[in-house]
Protein backbone atom coordinates (compact mmCIF):
# COMPACT_ATOMS: atom_id res chain seq x y z
CA UNK A 1 0.00 0.00 0.00
CA UNK A 2 1.35 3.37 -1.26
CA UNK A 3 1.28 6.21 1.57
CA UNK A 4 1.74 9.74 0.80
CA UNK A 5 2.80 11.50 3.78
CA UNK A 6 2.68 15.20 3.51
CA UNK A 7 4.51 18.14 5.85
CA UNK A 8 4.25 22.29 5.73
CA UNK A 9 1.46 24.03 5.29
CA UNK A 10 -0.28 26.85 7.77
CA UNK A 11 -0.97 30.48 8.28
CA UNK A 12 1.09 33.12 6.18
CA UNK A 13 0.54 36.57 5.42
CA UNK A 14 -0.44 37.91 1.62
CA UNK A 15 3.32 38.61 0.07
CA UNK A 16 4.95 35.61 2.22
CA UNK A 17 6.06 31.71 1.11
CA UNK A 18 5.46 28.31 2.77
CA UNK A 19 6.98 25.27 1.72
CA UNK A 20 5.32 21.69 1.01
CA UNK A 21 7.08 18.46 1.06
CA UNK A 22 5.58 15.15 0.46
CA UNK A 23 7.47 11.54 0.53
CA UNK A 24 6.09 8.32 -0.37
CA UNK A 25 6.72 5.24 1.35
CA UNK A 26 5.20 1.58 0.67
CA UNK A 27 6.08 1.53 -3.10
CA UNK A 28 7.82 -0.72 -4.84
CA UNK A 29 7.75 1.39 -7.88
CA UNK A 30 9.53 5.31 -8.52
CA UNK A 31 6.05 7.11 -9.27
CA UNK A 32 6.07 8.30 -12.53
CA UNK A 33 4.37 11.48 -11.44
CA UNK A 34 4.20 13.70 -8.72
CA UNK A 35 2.54 16.93 -7.76
CA UNK A 36 0.07 19.03 -6.53
CA UNK A 37 -3.66 19.40 -6.31
CA UNK A 38 -5.43 21.86 -4.33
CA UNK A 39 -9.13 22.30 -3.08
CA UNK A 40 -10.74 25.52 -1.83
CA UNK A 41 -14.06 25.53 -0.12
CA UNK A 42 -16.93 25.10 -2.43
CA UNK A 43 -14.66 24.69 -5.87
CA UNK A 44 -13.53 21.57 -7.51
CA UNK A 45 -10.25 20.06 -6.41
CA UNK A 46 -7.47 21.87 -10.06
CA UNK A 47 -3.83 20.71 -10.47
CA UNK A 48 -1.15 22.99 -8.78
CA UNK A 49 1.64 21.43 -10.44
CA UNK A 50 3.04 18.43 -11.54
CA UNK A 51 6.54 16.98 -12.36
CA UNK A 52 7.70 13.59 -14.30
CA UNK A 53 10.55 11.42 -13.29
CA UNK A 54 12.45 13.69 -16.44
CA UNK A 55 11.51 16.79 -14.53
CA UNK A 56 8.58 17.88 -17.23
CA UNK A 57 6.29 19.82 -15.50
CA UNK A 58 3.08 20.81 -15.51
CA UNK A 59 2.25 24.02 -13.78
CA UNK A 60 -1.42 26.08 -13.30
CA UNK A 61 -1.46 28.97 -15.26
CA UNK A 62 -1.95 31.82 -11.96
CA UNK A 63 0.66 30.04 -9.89
CA UNK A 64 3.29 30.41 -12.86
CA UNK A 65 6.27 32.59 -11.61
CA UNK A 66 5.36 32.17 -8.28
CA UNK A 67 5.30 28.06 -7.49
CA UNK A 68 8.06 25.70 -8.01
CA UNK A 69 8.00 22.08 -8.12
CA UNK A 70 10.98 19.94 -7.56
CA UNK A 71 11.31 15.85 -6.66
CA UNK A 72 13.55 14.09 -5.57
CA UNK A 73 13.75 10.26 -7.83
CA UNK A 74 15.40 8.48 -4.95
CA UNK A 75 13.41 8.94 -2.21
CA UNK A 76 9.79 9.45 -4.22
CA UNK A 77 9.57 12.79 -2.79
CA UNK A 78 8.09 15.87 -3.86
CA UNK A 79 8.60 20.19 -3.24
CA UNK A 80 6.51 22.36 -3.57
CA UNK A 81 7.97 26.19 -2.94
CA UNK A 82 5.44 28.77 -2.74
CA UNK A 83 6.19 32.47 -2.87
CA UNK A 84 4.13 35.74 -2.82
CA UNK A 85 1.62 33.97 -1.75
CA UNK A 86 -2.37 35.52 -2.50
CA UNK A 87 -5.69 34.73 -0.48
CA UNK A 88 -6.94 33.25 -3.67
CA UNK A 89 -4.19 30.19 -3.02
CA UNK A 90 -6.10 29.71 -0.14
CA UNK A 91 -7.04 25.79 0.01
CA UNK A 92 -6.27 22.31 1.25
CA UNK A 93 -3.26 21.09 -0.61
CA UNK A 94 -2.88 17.15 -1.46
CA UNK A 95 -0.02 15.39 -2.70
CA UNK A 96 -0.52 13.24 -5.74
CA UNK A 97 1.44 10.33 -7.33
CA UNK A 98 0.33 8.04 -10.31
CA UNK A 99 2.79 4.93 -10.75
CA UNK A 100 1.82 4.22 -14.63
CA UNK A 101 -0.64 1.15 -15.18
CA UNK A 102 -0.63 0.73 -11.82
CA UNK A 103 -2.81 3.45 -9.76
CA UNK A 104 -3.17 7.04 -8.30
CA UNK A 105 -2.44 7.64 -4.82
CA UNK A 106 -3.36 10.96 -2.81
CA UNK A 107 -2.02 12.47 0.62
CA UNK A 108 -4.48 13.19 3.33
CA UNK A 109 -4.24 16.96 2.50
CA UNK A 110 -2.40 20.14 4.45
CA UNK A 111 -4.31 23.75 5.01
CA UNK A 112 -2.54 26.62 3.58
CA UNK A 113 -4.32 29.84 4.73
CA UNK A 114 -3.00 32.94 2.99
CA UNK A 115 -4.43 36.06 5.03
CA UNK A 116 -4.65 39.89 2.99
Known amino acids: QVHLVESGGGLVQAGGSLRLSCAAS????????MGWYRQAPGKQRELVAT???????TILHSVKGRFTISRDNAENAVTLQMNSLKPEDTAVYYCYGKVTTVGDYWGQGTQVTVSS
Open 51 to 57: ITTSGGT
Open 26 to 33: GSPFRLNV
